[in-house]
């Protein structure tokens, strides 16, 4: 019997599918699905190439709010250059002292709110974050003989549609506020997210955390608070609950389940 294949023998699968119509339904998908697998092999890989980029891109932007919301930046400026003179810390929120268990320049203080052994659950939660970090990374401005200038504390806390993330610069009293600027966040263009507003942002100069008996009086509202208008922030107009939120995630951090131990510290000049 001959080898070769005559026109009444069955035919393989890969025979039957090169001697199919081009738009027959087995040929489209499986154009259709090589297609796909080639995107998603170029996506793949333009991701990982671009990572160190991202991450870079990402450092920078973060040295760049540190730089403006303590007031030393300028346009034009070598920001990694400028950012040198600032001394990264780790710090244990419980006790406010500072630790070199972690290395501080890569240290991810976000990430470790995930982790159970690096953080904790929170019972009373008015910023809205489910879990605190144990340690913060914390940023220390010093002037020429040495002496804290300004201290630079991560914050975050949710909003009305997403979770607001920013820094925020003392003083070298831990109490007067140098100012608040935010970094990443989804609220609505126009209302909430006026905390962009360098005018709204302004108004943040120069007010304090606590009172005379170190009460917590800072509070962003419509109207000023009893305790008077160095304490005082104007609510955004027409975003209520992002200003609240703002509210809460300052008192938040600046409290007791946060950075209080360590301003207290600070105040005293025991750091």
Known sequence: MSDTQTPDQPKGAIARFLAAPPD?????????VALCLFASMIV????????????????????????QVSGVYEPGMNVAETFAAFEPKV???ATGEFTDEF???????LAAASDPELSVALGNDPAGIGRKAKYRVVYLLKDDAGAI????LPVHGYGLWST??????????????????FYQHGETPGLGAEVDNP?????????KLRDENGEMQI?????????????????????????????????????DEGYAAFLAKLKTGDL
């Open 199 to 207: 005018r709204w942002k302004s108004l943040w100069s120069g007010k």
């Open 44 to 67: 793949s890989v333009a991701a990982v190439s671009l990572r160190p980029v991202q991450e870079a891109n990402k450092l920078r932007d973060k040295q760049l709010n540190v730089l």
């Open 219 to 255: 509070n962003v509202s419509k109207a000023q608070s009893p305790a008077g208008p160095d304490y005082h922030i104007d609510a955004l107009a027409g975003a209520t609950l992002t200003s609240v939120g703002v509210d809460n995630l300052v008192k938040f951090w600046l409290g």
């Open 164 to 181: 607001l993330y920013g820094f925020i610069a003392l003083e070298e009293n831990g109490n007067d506020i140098f100012g608040l600027q």
């Open 103 to 109: 290395d501080a320049t890569t240290f991810d203080d």
């Open 24 to 32: 027959s339904v087995g040929k489209t998908i499986f154009v259709a």
């Open 149 to 152: 200038d300004k201290v630079i």
């Open 91 to 93: 710090l244990e929120l």
